[in-house]
């Protein structure tokens, strides 16, 4: 039964089928509309998006689809189990061919059998008439200059040489293998010790907690963006303080492909949108809130942003900019060519429920002036924008680049420097003729002929 | 003047004139060359330009000459177009399509030095021809980079990795439709099926790496600017289904000795998943939806 299981995992179909599977399945997740991590990594959030996304398209079939892992196809059953059957398949292979490529990395022996000469392909015989030791000078000379290392042998009258090259080169399907096991290393690390947020959102002027047992809070000190003529975005940059314990661990500047670092956590700059400062007050004018709110959430064209207000009761708030300012921008993947500023673009719409999320009152409020919702006063004092970040700490990134290093160079050597070995046999013969007979073998057939004819064309050069 | 379409118009004249007089060498006939040096055994054999030329007719060194000066007019296009916009010219449809066709000239060169045979040579400038044609309908405005584009080393190296596989794998692709109308042999101007099926690996052997260093080098990218290696993007998906079926390519012809036919087929294959790829900005979404 062990030997069945062995045999099954060595064996090379399975690869090609397994290689097959990994296609077929990348092909229908580009072809099926995918749930993004953040929304299947959530109840609501997974039944939102087959509602609205997977049933408009594939009505009461989404569901089948859903059942069989096709609307997450990349972390489904079928994908992973053909990953991880391919990693053991590749092991096995490995294990498998050690022996046999081990035997092939010896040093290379002399060989006397002359029949070894002529048989098979790969051979090649001349004759010349240089004295034999001006012969095998040259042969010497012609193999160094080809990088063989060569070693040789006497009996009567014969010469046996053997040299050859790049002997280690076998193992650089290893190297390619075996990285791919390091990628699997830095994927695991990643998911298990890392953590990743899309949507980290910071207004101007204010604080957020970075979460994630991090201990930092990030403060947005200010954001600017700048646009080509044409209105497409040309460079937005945030300026953060980065707070840890209560002090300034680090200032720097995010911008896109610019990436700011503090101890192994990178905030990219992703998107940016509009936000508001505003200041409520009670019936009584004691202050209930003074902060910043980015308005990032889009809802039929609109802007909206809300929070959780605790004034004695609880109020849920909603701001709505209902005049697409041409700062709106999503961020890179969605970027919108802005419209002009609205002529009404100075004021928001507050909407106020309570605990219950009953809408008590719904009023619009201007810039710089106090406007009453239900029993609270609101003033909006200034309109501002707040910057989106992507915030990453992946300490199997490493493991990526240094997989993906090593399958290069595995790649470089398997192909580009393929192992070659090469005989040649001097026997006098007849009158004063030297008998030249040539064996070469390669790992790769396509480079034995390109190096045989290379080096005959040589001999038959310096050997006239 | 606009010397980046004067050099544009340039080369796709040569290639024009380049595809007329292969035609004409074609037509004319003469034996199968592919750098045989014996009967029972045909080899790659050329590491020497001028053996290479001192064995071609008068009509195939025109016209390799002439593939020569095509390549040059839009390598010098691209260097113009290079500094007037700042950057690689690689973040649209058109200026993609003029690397693409650089890369299939490129490799239609080196092939033809390497093999020694107009037809190869003549399917490869036609298809850059044809590719050529595609971007000269499309519009030559040069776009203002999104910050996510802002990467000059990045972008260049990345798309020209793809322009270098594309190029070998067109290579690879016409290679396999030649074998498949090469049975037994029957077209003396064609390569014979042995020659053509090393032509297929050789290409395969160029193209496999320079695929793998475009997505290591996206993946690169991508951290630096999303903070992610990898996200499942269409077109990210699509140069993997790519990759892959040249990685299956390679292990059947190593490792199950597949030749000949099925061989050709998945090299076909390959090849249409290049073109799903390289279109893919047309039927996907995803962060590659700049161009």
Known sequence: ?464 | MNFEKFFFNASFYGIIITLIISLAAIIRGRPRSSGSNSAAESNPVSTNLKTTFDNLSVLDKISLILTLLSFIFISISIIIRTIKIGHGPFTSMYEFSIGFVWGILLMSLYFSWKYQNIVLNFAGVLTAGILLFYANTLSAEASNLVPALQNSLLLSLHVASAVIAYGAFTIGFIAAILFLLQRNNRFSVIPDGKSLEKISYHSVIIGFPFMTLVIVLGAIWADIAWGTYWSWDPKETASLVTWLIYAAYLHTRITRGWKGRKSALLLIIGFIAVIFTFFGNYIFNGLHAYI
């Open chain 1, 1 to 464: 039964m062990g030997k069945i299981i062995y045999r099954f995992f060595i064996s090379m179909k399975l690869t090609i089928t397994l290689i097959l599977i990994l296609t077929i399945l990348s092909l229908l997740g580009i072809f099926l509309p995918q749930i993004s991590g953040e929304l299947s990594n959530s109840a609501d959030g997974y039944s939102w998006w087959l509602e609205n996304v997977a049933q408009k398209k594939f009505g009461s079939f989404s569901e089948v689809l859903a059942f069989w892992g096709f609307f997450n196809i990349f972390h489904s059953f079928w994908f992973l189990g053909a990953f991880i059957l391919l990693l053991i398949n590749i092991l096995a292979c490995s294990i498998n061919r050690f022996k046999g490529l081990k035997r092939r990395s010896r040093k290379i022996q002399s060989r006397k059998n002359i029949d070894f000469y002529k048989k098979g392909s790969g051979s090649y015989e001349t004759k010349t008439k240089m004295a034999v030791e001006n012969t095998y000078s040259t042969v010497i000379k012609i193999l160094k200059g080809h990088n063989y290392n060569p070693v040789q042998s006497e009996t009567e009258g014969s010469i046996y040489i053997a040299g050859d090259k790049n002997r280690f080169s076998a193992f650089g399907t290893y190297l390619v293998h075996l990285s791919l096991f390091l990628l699997i290393t830095g994927i695991l690390l990643g998911n298990f010790l890392g953590f990743r947020n899309n949507q980290f959102i910071v207004p101007e002027g204010s604080r957020a907690e970075v979460g994630n047992n991090t201990g930092l809070v990030v403060k947005l000190k200010s954001f600017s963006d700048q646009y080509w003529e044409d209105g497409t975005p040309k460079d937005y940059r945030s300026k953060l303080v980065l707070y840890e314990n209560d002090s300034i661990a680090e200032e720097g500047i995010v911008r896109v492909n610019h990436p700011f670092s503090y101890r192994g956590i990178r905030f990219y700059q992703s998107f940016y949108g509009p936000a508001v400062r505003l200041k409520i007050s009670d019936a009584d004018n004691d202050l209930l809130f003074d902060d910043s709110v980015a308005l990032s959430r889009m809802v039929k064209q609109q802007r909206e942003g809300n929070f959780r207000l605790s004034a004695g009761d609880t109020y849920f708030v909603n701001l709505i900019d209902d005049g697409i300012s041409n700062r709106s921008v999503m961020g890179t993947e969605n970027s919108v060519k802005g419209a002009d500023n609205t002529e009404d673009d100075n004021g928001i719409i507050v909407e106020l429920y309570d605990s219950n999320f009953n809408l008590i009152d719904r009023g619009g409020i201007k810039e710089g002036l106090a406007g009453r919702i239900g029993k609270l006063t609101f003033i909006l004092t200034d309109k501002i924008q707040y910057s989106g970040f992507i915030v990453v700490k992946d300490p199997g990134t490493i493991f990526i680049w240094i997989g993906s290093l090593i399958f290069l160079a595995g790649l470089i050597i398997v192909f580009y420097f393929p192992e070659s070995k090469v005989w040649i046999a001097l026997k006098t013969s007849h009158g004063n003729n030297i008998d030249i007979l040539v064996k070469l073998k390669s790992s790769k057939k396509f480079n034995q002929e390109n190096e045989l004819s290379s080096l005959i064309s040589e001999l038959e050069d310096k050997l006239k």
